[in-house]
């Protein structure tokens, strides 16, 4: 499953996409998030699965474009941590 | 003075069925779906629906909770004690005091649409209130994919309720109204409820008829909404719950932009999320007891 974190209003899309069935439940996206954004926990859109995947935190998940903003410079973007720090590949980001 | 009429009210009210006896049963389960305008609760008997109600969220959830299943148990001799397992749902769903788990109104409006509309539902539209969520689910009502927009109150419910105590015309004429104008007008330019509420008033004043600006706000929530669904695309078939599917202002709108018909079932859209609860519900206590 792929879970959209995030929201959309006027000034863009700012969505942090976390595929269930990618993410292997390592946690290694935790630590790696210098505001600490993700936690891992239960699978709430799946009440009956028993897997732990990461997820974004939910009093987060309004003001992402701001909590972010800092791994997102202008010039010189570089790798995002959490993206870089998964290994099968599971978070995406929208902007 | 003029007596003072609630033009957003809707009609709150309680179902139970006729025939069924559920002292007979032996799997009661319940599913209270607390949202931010309308509370719903909906029991299951074996599986089956056998009573739910459908009334307004006061300001407090634990209190709507108790009124929304003493609604559904209202005239059946049931009481709470009754129910094997209940779960929670909605925005409420964390301040149910009597709830055995809380699911997210996701997981249970996907499920819930899965058991009004069968199977082939891909795609989910929950128009409710406060917020607006765009599911794509597979065969068996699972989440595959979704995306809320919960930030911001365009294109909900109580958008709507407010543009029908501007215009002071009953919420549910509005649909109906939009369609009669001359020509379409163009959308509105904001979705955001305070902003269109003056551009409607702008409109109104500049010689435009009541039922124009709600065909230009009708317009405008569809077109926004099916920017939601254009994420994560729309997948036949396609189906609406919650309160403003009963609209079709908006449900003949959005079908136009997206070039696809919404299933269209005998069951009230507003009841999706605490029936997904109440199947959940039923879920759980079935594991529970084998």
Redesign the interface.
């Known amino acids: 499953m792929i879970a959209n974190y995030g929201y959309k209003d006027g000034s863009g899309e700012f969505f942090i996409a976390i595929d269930t069935d990618k993410c292997n439940g390592c946690g290694d996206c935790v630590p790696v998030c210098p505001p600490r954004l993700l936690e891992m926990a239960a699978d709430e859109y799946d009440p009956l699965s028993e897997k732990t995947v990461a997820a974004v935190r939910e009093e987060e998940r309004k003001k992402i474009k701001y909590t972010c903003a800092p791994c997102k410079p202008a010039s010189g973007r570089g790798a995002l941590p959490c993206v870089a720090a998964c290994e099968p590949g599971a978070i995406a980001h929208s902007w | 003075m003029a007596e003072l009429q609630e033009f957003w009210r809707w009609t709150e009210y309680t179902w139970h069925h006729p025939e069924m006896d559920w002292r007979k049963g032996k799997r009661l389960a319940a599913g209270i779906d607390v949202g931010s305008v309308s509370s719903q609760a909906l029991i299951l008997v074996d599986g089956e629906i056998y009573a739910f109600s459908n009334l307004r969220t006061g300001s407090n959830s634990p209190d709507s909770a108790h009124k929304a299943v003493n609604g559904a148990m209202k005239d059946t001799g049931m009481e709470l004690s009754n129910l094997k397992y209940t779960v929670g749902t909605g925005y409420g769903r964390v301040n149910i005091p009597f709830a055995n ?1 809380a ?2 109104e ?2 249970c409006h996907a499920r819930g649409a899965n058991f009004m509309a069968g199977p082939k539902i891909r795609t989910v539209l929950d128009m409710g209130g406060q917020d607006c969520k765009a599911i794509h689910c597979d065969e068996r009502g ?11 109150a365009a294109g909900t419910g109580r958008g709507m309720e407010v543009m029908a105590d501007l215009l002071s015309i009953p919420i549910k004429d509005i649909g109906e109204l939009s369609y009669q104008v001359d020509q379409e007008p163009p959308p509105v330019s904001s979705t ?1 409820v305070v902003f269109a509420k003056s551009e409607a008033l702008g409109l109104m004043r500049s010689g435009w008829s009541k039922n124009m600006v709600l065909a230009a706000y009708c317009s405008a929530m569809a077109h926004r909404v099916s ?2 669904l254009g ?2 695309g729309v997948e036949d078939q396609f189906f609406i719950t919650g309160g403003i599917a009963k609209n079709p202002g908006i449900v003949k709108r959005l079908e136009k932009e997206l070039g696809i018909e919404s299933v269209k079932t005998k069951y009230d859209s507003q009841i999706a999320g605490a029936l997904g609860a109440a199947l ?1 519900a039923d ?2 206590l079935q594991k529970g007891t084998q």
Not at chain 2, 142 to 152: A, E, G, I, P, R
């Open positions: 788990r699911i997210t996701i997981a699972k989440v595959s994919n979704f995306l809320m927009n919960d930030k911001c955001c920017l939601l994420r994560i959940f879920t759980l």
